[in-house]
């Protein structure tokens, strides 16, 4: 029988969407919670450690690009080994507005990861499509 548990989670505030989307790691040691609509729709992810006293913040992944509703978080994956998350963005609008640039349109994919078992979290990759068109967002 599971109780409801608080994690620390700082920064969540109402409309952020906190638990759109969730990925666990393989040992359930680290869980990645997105809030796609935190910060006007630009998104955020959260990482989340297991310890004694619960679940706490390790970390809070934004995009390198982050543009209002580019939705981070859409899409995300945790490595087995909870060292890595790779996280979808709807669109990718740089410079933080629309446009009629079908670039900015189609979204990308960040991958981040942890430097040793306490490390700190960083960007790794910013992945986007050779032949982005506004079609590929959902």
Known sequence: ????????????????????RVALSDDGSTLAV?????????GAVYVLRRSTGGWTQEAHLEAS????????????DISGDGRRIAVGAMHDFIGGRPSADP??????????ARNGPNGRWFQEAHLKASNPDPADGP
């Open 34 to 42: 997105a809030a796609d609509g935190d910060d006007t729709a630009s």
């Open 65 to 76: 690009s982050m543009g209002a509703v580019d939705y981070f978080g859409r899409g995300l």
């Open 1 to 20: 029988n599971e109780r409801r548990r608080q994690c620390d989670a700082r920064r969540v505030q109402r409309g952020d969407r906190f638990g759109s």
């Open 103 to 112: 670039v900015d349109w189609a979204g990308s994919v960040y991958l981040f």
